[in-house]
């Protein structure tokens, strides 16, 4: 037995998605079969296209309703709702220590378009394609998974609003509740005013940490940020921000997350920093001849500079709070959602790029 459902498939890293009918294998004893309500679209699942083979399902912001589960799965049944977070294998050292988010096996359960033993849960015209994507591809109307990685949901929530959580949102938010654990007695600088960004300052909002600086290129984001709590905003385009943080804050800042790869940023994100602050960043920063950048900077700050990964979060115990703090509004992260019908992917992927949605998401049903 196979499952029919209606994937996006790209077939060409500058292409553009096309909708075709795929098969799903039946769920394995670990795994269980989705049928996906929404997915986010993240910038991840735009820089994936250099590295995944083609042609690929890619998504890996699935929500929606277990339709099949397999033999050893007791968490879920079919009929519950749940988010599909991210990977992990739960048995490398550190996903026994319950760090899932550094599981040793987290590239490959991402980005080699395979089960961890090499199989491809999805095929297309009798032929296994490039799938598994974050362990659930979920640019798809049904999506095969690990019991593992899904957080069941209770309650009443719109697709939307569980699909636009698990990795940006989780990553922003995060960073600063879990990665630098900011307090009152921080200031915190968040380079970069998209999902991640926007997350990091609600969450910065959240803990009361003061200056809260927002930097961006774009006012109306910058204009968002503020509304969502950010004390300062700062146009990058006007140049010289470590001065203009140092005017906001004479000794420079606790902490600083760099969330736009733009090397520039990312040294500025540094030179901030007050004595012994930290630099998280989320994205590889584009350095080049034009922003040399030297680890000077590092030592004269005794600065710790460090990758955050998915905001340190634990799926089962952080979304469930992001969510019942948004209930409360206390993290409106609604206002970043901007929703596109599932054939509308490709305007969903333009709208991110341009700036035009902070979070775009998917509707499949
Ligand atoms: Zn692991
Ligand atoms: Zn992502």
């Known amino acids: 037995m196979t499952t029919k459902a209606t994937a996006a498939v790209i077939r060409d890293p500058k292409g553009q998605f096309e909708m075709e009918t795929v098969e799903l294998e039946d769920p394995r004893a670990d795994e269980i079969l989705v049928r996906i309500e929404a997915s986010g679209v993240c910038h991840t699942d735009a820089k994936a296209q250099e590295r995944v083979p083609m042609p690929a399902v890619l998504g890996h912001e699935g929500t929606g309703v277990v339709e099949a589960v397999g033999s050893a799965v007791n968490r879920v049944k079919p009929g519950d709702r749940v988010i599909i977070s991210y990977p992990s294998c739960g048995t490398c050292p550190n996903c026994v220590e319950g760090k899932a988010y550094i599981c040793d096996h987290a590239f490959p359960l991402s980005f080699a378009g395979t089960r961890l033993d090499g199989s491809k849960p999805i095929t297309m015209n009798g032929e296994s394609i490039s799938s598994a994507f974050f362990q659930q591809s979920s640019f798809s109307t049904h999506s095969i998974t690990l019991e593992r990685d899904v957080v069941p ?194 305007k969903a992927f333009e709208d991110s790029h341009a700036g035009v949605a902070i979070k775009p998401v998917l509707l499949m049903s």
């Open 153 to 346: 949901v209770k309650g009443d929530h719109s697709p939307e609003m569980l699909a636009a959580i698990p990795c940006g949102v989780l990553t922003g938010a995060g960073a600063v509740l879990n990665t630098f654990k900011a307090g009152p007695k921080h200031g915190l600088v968040v380079f970069g005013a998209g999902a991640v960004g926007l997350s990091a300052v609600m969450a910065g909002h959240l803990a009361g940490v003061s200056p809260l600086i927002a930097v961006d290129i774009v006012e109306d984001r910058l204009n968002l940020a503020l509304e969502l709590g950010a004390t300062h905003m700062l146009n990058a385009k006007e140049g010289d921000l470590a001065n203009r943080i140092r005017e906001i804050s004479p000794r420079g800042v606790q902490f600083s997350l760099e969330t736009s790869s733009n090397g520039q940023a990312f040294i500025a994100a540094i030179d901030c920093l007050s004595m012994g602050g930290q630099c998280g960043f989320v994205g590889a920063p584009n350095l080049d001849e034009k922003t040399p950048f030297s680890p000077q900077l590092i030592l004269s700050r005794a600065a710790s500079v460090r990758f955050v990964v998915l905001g340190s979060g634990i799926p089962n115990t952080f979304l469930p709070r992001i969510m019942e703090l948004n209930q409360q509004g206390l993290f409106p992260y609604d206002r970043l959602i901007k929703t596109y019908d599932f054939s509308d992917i490709n």
